[in-house]
């Protein structure tokens, strides 16, 4: 059996989890958009296990990387090719210049000071960037992400800013195996969108997303109506280095 083959029976077995997930949770198939995460995968592996998803049926999966580095030097392999690129790693302030030349959205604004800095530099390209605001719903010290006591705050002031569309909030889920305190950390997570939701603050209403769960547990965050779930192993193999916490 071939890579190819391996890769593909892997999207197939992801797309089934993730179709079964919405099925236990009772919400419409296609509800969980799938994004792949391909921190250190090539770009040919990369761009095939995105036709093959696209071929499947539902919507095109979209594309993170979490490191700027990465998607600088892959970004020309892959535009024109999904929903858009991704980061969903930590922004220095000094890579953002390098992170809008091909990011569609940044999933990691966790301060307001990169919030403001996004927003400027997007008013001189005279363009608009969308995001979401990371949140560290398990306080585990070594994740990226604004506190959830801080959380709605910050949505709020990143939506204040023309310039930026505020299109949710993303979590890293605590890294457990108990999935009750895995699923409740994605509970907190679409507490807080809702409340961003509802507060009918400008620039709020887009902020329906929720980016949650990845290739061991995306059934919780699915379950707690996740709308992009962001998975790497699962599709790629466990050759790469899967944390999400490399800075
Ligand atoms: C790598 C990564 C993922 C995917 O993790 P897997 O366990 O490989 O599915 C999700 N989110 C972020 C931020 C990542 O860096």
Redesign the pocket.
């Known amino acids: 059996m071939t890579g190819i083959d391996d890769l593909h029976q892997r999207l197939a077995r992801v797309q089934d989890r993730i179709a079964a997930a919405e099925q236990a949770a009772g919400r419409s198939p296609g509800s969980v958009r799938l994004l792949l995460?391909a921190?250190t995968v090539d770009i040919a592996t990369v761009r095939d296990a995105v036709h093959a998803a696209a071929a499947s049926g539902g919507p095109p999966p979209l594309v993170?990387e979490?490191r700027v580095q990465e998607l600088v030097a892959k970004a020309p392999g892959l535009t024109g090719l999904t929903g858009g690129l991704h980061l969903?790693?930590p922004l220095q302030s000094n890579k953002v210049n390098a992170a809008l030349r091909w990011a569609a959205c940044v999933q990691s604004v966790a301060s307001e000071s990169l919030a403001e800095r996004l927003h400027r530099r997007c008013e001189q390209d005279e363009r608009t960037l969308e995001v979401l605001v990371q949140v560290n719903v398990s306080g585990e010290p070594t994740k990226h992400g604004v506190h959830p006591d801080r959380a709605v705050e910050l949505a709020f002031a990143v939506a204040g800013h023309d310039r930026l569309r505020l299109r949710g909030l993303m979590t890293?889920g605590a890294n457990s195996p108990d999935e009750a305190r895995v699923r409740a950390g994605y509970a907190v997570l679409r507490d807080l969108r809702d409340r961003v939701v509802d507060s009918g603050e400008p620039g709020t209403a887009t902020a329906t997303e929720l980016s949650m769960g990845?290739?061991?547990d995306l059934e919780a965050a699915v379950a707690e109506v996740a709308t992009i779930v962001?998975?790497?192993?699962?599709v790629f193999g466990a050759r790469?280095v899967?944390?999400?916490d490399?800075r």
Not at 230 to 234: E, I, L, Q, T
């Open positions: 995460a921190k993170g979490n969903i790693g890293v990845m290739s061991r962001r998975v790497g192993s699962a790469y899967p944390a999400q490399v």
